[in-house]
C-alpha cells in the first residue's frame, strides 16, 4: 500500500498564490484518490511493487494498463509537485544558480519561458524544469506523463496545469497563476538537490516506499537498464 504523504508545509502556507482552500481540495480529495486507485488497482491485480517508480516505469508503455499508470503517475507528480514548493520566497542558490543563467540568460528569462510553456499547453498537465546531463529544459507533458520511465532526465521543478490546481484562486488565468507562483513557489533548495543527483551526488526525490512493498517476483523487477536515473 502507497500512502498519501502529508503536505511538507500547513496548507495556509502558500497563499496567496495558493489558498488553503485549493490545498485541502487538491490533497485531500484529488491526490488522494490517485494514490486510492492505485492501490485498489494493485490490490485487484495481487501486486505488492517495491516503489512507485518501478509501477510507473513498466506500465508506461503498455497501453494495457493506462489506468494504472495514470494513477500511479499522478500520485508521484503530486507528492513532487509538494515537494517543488516552499512557503520561503527562495532564490535559486550555488551551483545550480549559475546553470541557469548560463542556459537562460537570467531569471527572469527563465520565468517567461517557464510561464510561456505552462500557459500555452494544451488541457491539461504539467510543466517542468529538468536537467537531462548538464542541460537545463522547461518541457510540458499531456495529463499524468512525467519523467520517471524516462532515464537521463531529472526533474528539478513543477507546476501542476491541471484547472483544478488554480481555478479556485485564479479562475481562467492560468499565465496569472503561473507568474505568481514562480515569484513566490520555487523549492531551490530543493531544485539544487535535484540538479546535485542528476549528476550523480546523492539520490534525487522518491516517492516513499510502500507499507507492504518488495514481494513482487523477479519478473517484476525492473532491470537495472531501465531502472529510473534518479
Ligand atoms: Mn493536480
Redesign the pocket.
Known sequence: MFSLPDLPYAYDALQPTISSRTLHF?HDK??KTYVDTLNKLLDEAGEAPASLEEVIARSADDPKARKLFNNAA?AW??AF?WNAMSPEGQSPQGELSGALTKAFGNLDALKAAFVKAGAEHFGSGWVWLVAEGRALKIISTHDADDFVPKSGVTPLLVC?L?E??YYLDHQNDRKAYLEAWFDNLPNWAFAAQQWAAAHGEGRGWRYPAPSNGGNAGPDKALDEERRPAF
Do not use: K, P
Open positions: 487538491h484529488h491526490h499522478q507528480n503530486h509537485f501542476d491541471w483544478h490546481s
